[in-house]
T-cell receptor
Framework: DAGITQSPRHKVTETGTPVTLRCHQT?????MYWYRQDPGHGLRLIHY???????DKGEVSDGYSVSRSKTEDFLLTLESATSSQTSVYFC??????????FGPGTRLLVL | QKEVEQDPGPLSVPEGAIVSLNCTYS??????FMWYRQYSRKGPELLMY????GNKEDGRFTAQVDKSSKYISLFIRDSQPSDSATYLC??????????FGAGTRLTVKP
């Protein structure tokens, strides 16, 4: 998985609770991304980062926030989890924007 | 219309068959074309990468890009049960982020 780890790998939480997912890379890539993958929708970009403290929204950013205080770490936060945020979340990294390498994923279930 | 269209399948073939997977797209500015393989409950892994038009071969895998038709293909020769996975096409413009197809689920039966 190209030097990318995600934690936790599985999480069950309740509606209304905050959740933070962590992505850690050892490749020193500039770009980091958070996607969600759902049946029928494929991979959809939530947020991405193009450097420390530099982030931008993707196509499905509502209800999510991100932070990147170090090159190697990119955090995704669900401020108040909802059942519609039940999904598989993938982190990806890239040296240039055109090609990305994915982590192993985090399965999140919001009850 | 989606920017990238990919038939979700499922596609089932016997072992040893030639598999053809395809995507069409609408954005003529796409220059980089990728195929990812995703096994069940795993992250997508980069399988093939092509810049602009033409063919690229890597072992049993061949990627083709036809920019005039806005059509890309992935061929798998002598398919094996271990090729059973979901295949995602992806493409991007220079200095821009990738757009993904929905993925085609392939099963190769022994």
């Amino acid at each position: 998985d190209a030097g990318i780890t995600q934690s936790p790998r599985h999480k069950v939480t309740e509606t209304g609770t905050p959740v933070t997912l962590r992505c850690h890379q050892t490749e020193n890539h500039r770009y980091m991304y958070w996607y969600r993958q759902d049946p029928g929708h494929g991979l959809r970009l939530i947020h991405y980062s193009y450097g420390v403290k530099d982030t931008d929204k993707g196509e499905v950013s509502d209800g999510y926030s991100v932070s990147r205080s170090k090159t190697e770490d990119f955090l995704l936060t669900l401020e108040s989890a909802t059942s519609s945020q039940t999904s598989v979340y993938f982190c990806a990294i890239s040296f240039t924007r055109e090609t990305q390498y994915f982590g192993p994923g985090t399965r999140l279930l919001v009850l | 219309q989606k920017e990238v269209e990919q038939d979700p399948g499922p596609l089932s073939v016997p072992e040893g068959a030639i598999v053809s997977l395809n995507c069409t797209y609408s954005n003529s500015a796409f220059q980089y074309f990728m195929w990812y393989r995703q096994y069940s409950r795993k992250g997508p892994e980069l399988l093939m990468y092509t810049y602009s038009s033409g063919n690229k071969e890597d072992g049993r895998f061949t990627a083709q890009v036809d920019k005039s038709s806005k059509y890309i293909s992935l061929f798998i020769r002598d398919s094996q049960p271990s090729d059973s996975a979901t295949y995602l096409c992806a493409m991007s413009e220079k200095d821009n982020d990738m757009r993904f197809g929905a993925g085609t689920r392939l099963t190769v039966k022994p």
